[in-house]
């Protein structure tokens, strides 16, 4: 009882129009009781009692709350950046999460929240981390959550959050800009812009770190529509494209990959016994809702 007690009191809700000049000191939760609390916080994001939904809307409200604190004491030193980090990472798991369910229009509405969080969680982060750099401090995992920034414009439908990229890599410092997070991230894009599709799935399979993962992952089936854009705009009509050799490539399964070029609005048909489509489909467009993806699917053909 007594540790429930405890735990309902530091869950502060947020409160929007908090003022730092009207809140008592005993208000105010120190900077341990604020770890804790996004300790605690983590673990419940594995919790089955409840639906995904309902535990994120909770935890959601309680790291704004978190957030609110630090900023109120104006508190920016490693363990503060720690607890931010902790917050970017429930959001990409939450990013991950919702994105599977979010065809209704509450569930929808969560993932573009939690998109906008996110975002503001990032840049609240990587203003921190200019002010560890002048006391010659930083954090060992700033280079991955550097590069969550450069993934999340993969996202077809994720406004970009700044005019160049180029420029923004410019302002990193050297050992960000050289480490192997960013150099991934940096590819990553790369291959996507220029259409070389083999190999982002072949790097996203291999070199990803579990959270780029999760960031990537919601966006894999906008990518494979758009690897499905370029086989159907390339070849020739008489070249059939089999759905099972497509299906390696973009590592998604056979069944499901046939479900996304009907969405898309191709036509498949049967050549050599095996499912297939023709180039050049004047049929084909984008679809403005992707269908939920089961991440990367790694056949057996594919590791060998």
């Known amino acids: 009882m007594v540790l429930l007690i405890y735990q309902l009191k530091t869950m502060s809700q947020f409160c929007r129009t908090i003022s730092s000049t009207n809140i008592l000191p005993s208000d105010i939760r120190p900077l341990p009781v604020l770890q804790e609390t996004m300790d605690y916080l983590l673990h419940l994001l594995d919790?089955?009692?409840?639906?995904?939904?309902?535990?994120?809307?909770?935890?959601?409200?309680?790291?704004?709350?978190?957030?609110?604190?630090?900023?109120?004491?104006n508190i920016v030193n490693d363990q503060a950046v720690q607890i931010y980090e902790d917050v970017v990472t429930f959001h990409i798991r939450s990013h991950q999460r919702l994105s599977t369910s979010c065809q209704d229009s509450?569930?929808?509405s969560l993932c573009y929240l939690n998109m906008e969080q996110l975002t503001k969680c990032l840049l609240s982060l990587y203003d921190m981390y200019h002010v560890l750099h002048k006391h010659d401090?930083?954090?060992?995992?700033?280079?991955?959550?550097?590069?969550?920034?450069?993934?999340?414009?993969?996202?077809?439908?994720?406004?970009k959050m700044i005019d160049s990229l180029y420029l923004w890599y410019g302002q990193l410092a050297s050992p960000v800009r050289r480490s192997k997070e960013m150099i991934f991230a940096r590819t990553l894009l790369r291959c996507y812009h220029l259409g070389n599709f083999k190999r982002f799935f072949c790097m996203v399979a291999s070199e990803a770190t579990d959270l780029q993962l999760r960031v990537v992952e919601p966006f894999l089936n906008e990518v494979r529509a758009r690897a499905l854009m370029y086989f159907n705009h390339s070849g020739y009509k008489l070249q059939h494209h089999p759905l099972e050799h497509l299906?390696?490539?973009?590592?998604?399964?056979?069944?499901?990959?046939?479900?996304?070029?009907?969405?898309?609005?191709?036509?498949?048909?049967?050549?050599?016994?095996?499912?297939?489509?023709?180039?050049?489909?004047?049929?084909?467009?984008?679809?403005?809702?992707?269908?939920q993806t089961n991440g990367i699917y790694i056949s057996r053909e594919v590791e060998r």
Do not use: N, W
Not at 47 to 73: A, K, N, P, V
Not at 138 to 159: M, N
Not at 269 to 283: D, I, L, N, R, Y
């Open 247 to 291: 299906s390696g490539i973009l590592m998604i399964e056979e069944a499901e990959l046939e479900s996304l070029c009907r969405i898309c609005g191709l036509e498949i048909s049967k050549s050599e016994g095996m499912k297939a489509f023709v180039p050049k489909q004047t049929s084909f467009t984008l679809p403005t809702s992707m269908p």
């Open 106 to 108: 509450d569930t929808s």
């Open 47 to 73: 919790s089955s009692e409840h639906s995904f939904e309902t535990i994120h809307d909770f935890i959601f409200d309680r790291t704004r709350s978190i957030r609110q604190d630090l900023s109120m004491q």
């Open 137 to 159: 401090s930083h954090s060992k995992r700033e280079a991955e959550y550097y590069s969550f920034y450069v993934l999340l414009h993969l996202g077809c439908k994720i406004h």
